[in-house]
């Protein structure tokens, strides 16, 4: 069985990445090959022809049909072989699994398991990715280390205070205690931390223009196991939101990230940043691309080194927990859970001999 859940939506892409061409993608150990139909659908096939299992990935594609690069088995949206070399008869069951996708919010969703217990409905939402109310910078970096790691990152922000310090973290995240709920009928947890008297960090000082020191409130929402939203708002010391009306005093900036498992140990980390300020303003589109992605890969650095040290310990590793980790607990209990419950059948490409 699998470390993560199957039957479960998963951030495969950006809608942006699909375009004319062929994106070879490994979604929870799936290789997977995406593109997008003349009629802008997307579609995901197994990226293994069932010749000699050739990737599609890296071959062509002509009128909606992807024609494999080493034999040229043809095979339309659907996965069926439609043509082979020399062969007037193709088997009906000379096809690879067609996989169920949905694009969404900006997002290109896969769903992993039992493809007809798919549920768009289950796919959680993130609309201000592509709302002209916000201006959104994101990117995508792979990691050499499992999915888990990267969760207990980002439900633990403590780490902003030491890991980030310079860019996004302060004094006042680490001390500030946190307080998490848990939904276990929607498998949601929410951690927050409001600080109402906080040091501003560079990445908040350049881009809103705010002297001095501020009201800070992270306010996280994780729906397992894909999907992560930070809610931050930030305001001059003393601003706190009115009863009754708009928040208009205060700057917010959405953090979302995709957390897709690629293998048991990579990871793929689609990072987003979103703002409803200087909107139009390419200074401080570029600042946060580029202040974020350094924060993004001083993560990758750290992650990637705790998975050597998680691989090569031995069994039975006792850690020790904290208040602070009560929200990436409650993440490690869903998660568990979510994966004793996701067992199901799989799409797999099948070897079929020529009659």
Known sequence: MPS???????????????????????????????????????????????????????????????????????????????????????????????????????LVWVWIGDQELADTARIPRAPWLDSPDYTV?????????????????????????????????????????????????????????????????????????????????????????????LHSRIAPAGILPPEEGPDDQAFHVEVTYGITPSTEHETLDFWMVSRDFALDDEKVTEFLATNNHTVVMQDVVALDLLEEVVESEKENYQELSINIDTGGLAARRILAKLVARGEGKTAEAKTVAAP
């Not at 950006?14 to 593109?35: A, M, W």
């Not at 790691?149 to 006042?172: A, K, R």
Request: aromatic residues 10%; glycine residues 8%; hydrophobic residues 35%.
């Open 4 to 106: 993560w859940p199957l039957n479960q939506w998963y951030v495969a892409a950006y809608s942006e990445e699909i375009g004319d061409g062929l994106l070879g993608r490994t979604i929870c150990g799936e290789p997977l090959v995406f593109y997008r139909t003349g009629e802008g659908d997307v579609v995901a096939l197994a990226d293994r022809c069932v010749h000699r299992r050739y990737p599609l990935s890296r071959s062509h594609l002509k009128d909606d049909q992807i024609i494999c690069g080493y034999h040229g088995f043809t095979y339309d949206k659907t996965g069926v072989c439609v043509a082979a070399p020399a062969q007037k008869r193709i088997p009906r069951t000379a096809r690879v699994p067609a996989w169920t996708v949905r694009e969404q919010d900006s």
């Open 137 to 229: 910078v994101r990117g995508m970096e792979p990691l050499k280390a499992r999915y888990s790691l990267l969760v207990d990152n980002l439900m633990d922000l403590s780490h902003e205070t030491y890991l980030h310090g310079g860019y996004i973290g302060t004094p006042e995240v680490a001390e500030t205690p946190i307080t998490t709920e848990v939904d276990e009928d929607a498998n949601v947890v929410y951690v927050s931390r409001h600080m109402d008297d906080a040091e501003c960090p560079p990445f908040y000082s350049k881009s809103t223009g705010i002297e001095g020191r501020i009201t800070r409130w992270q306010d996280v929402e994780y729906y397992a196991p894909c999907l992560y939203l």
